[in-house]
């Protein structure tokens, strides 16, 4: 090989192209180390997104769950949903503990959370769920405190009327 470089005039088939002009020889490509990498995480696996056929009026409807008995992130089927008489019964309860001291007016929230949550209650038994026992019962509890504190501050503000007279006759004496 190095007799071709020392003499330009002999051929060499590779140097040569079919139409006689010398071509320069390509140095050999030298194998290069493999260069290191970080490491990369795994590919994703990608869940085909079903296509929503076109209503009668030319609007899409919701996507449909590709996997039936599987719920994506967010969706909840109706019969898992609590009823609104069970998030009453709590609110309410929550509305009579906070004013059960406020001169009695956590009374009538109180009772209405009781009632709420009693016939949701019930109805929950009759239909075998148990999708807003928890707030029914919360709403219960919350109710019936809030029905006794304003008993209690009722009770409270009438004996202390009854001796506001007595507190008067006292101040009214002089030592």
Do not use: H, W
């Not at 008995?69 to 019969?79: F, R, S």
């Not at 009632?115 to 919350?142: H, M, P, Q, S, Y």
């Not at 019936?144 to 009438?158: D, E, F, P, R």
Request: aromatic fraction near 6%; hydrophobic fraction near 40%.
């Amino acid at each position: 090989m190095s007799d071709n470089l020392n003499n330009p005039n002999e051929s060499n088939e590779q140097n040569e192209v079919k139409s006689g002009e010398y071509v320069a020889p390509t140095p050999p490509e030298e194998p290069q180390a493999p260069q290191p990498t970080a490491p990369q995480a795994p590919p994703q696996p990608t869940v085909p997104q079903p296509t929503t056929p076109a209503s009668d009026n030319g609007q899409y409807s919701a996507p449909v769950n590709p996997t039936p008995g599987v719920q994506q992130a967010g969706q909840m089927n109706e019969a898992e949903k609590a009823s609104g008489m069970s998030i009453a019964a709590l609110v309410l309860g929550i509305v009579g503990f906070l004013f059960g001291c406020c001169y009695g007016l956590g009374i009538i929230p109180g009772i209405l959370a009781i009632v709420f949550g009693v016939l949701d209650n019930n109805k929950l038994k009759r239909e075998n769920r148990t999708v807003g026992k928890g707030f029914n019962i919360a709403g219960i509890i919350l109710g019936s405190i809030a029905i006794l504190a304003g008993i209690i501050m009722i009770i409270l503000l009438a004996v202390g009327f009854a001796n506001m007279d007595m507190l008067q006759e006292l101040e009214s004496y002089s030592y």
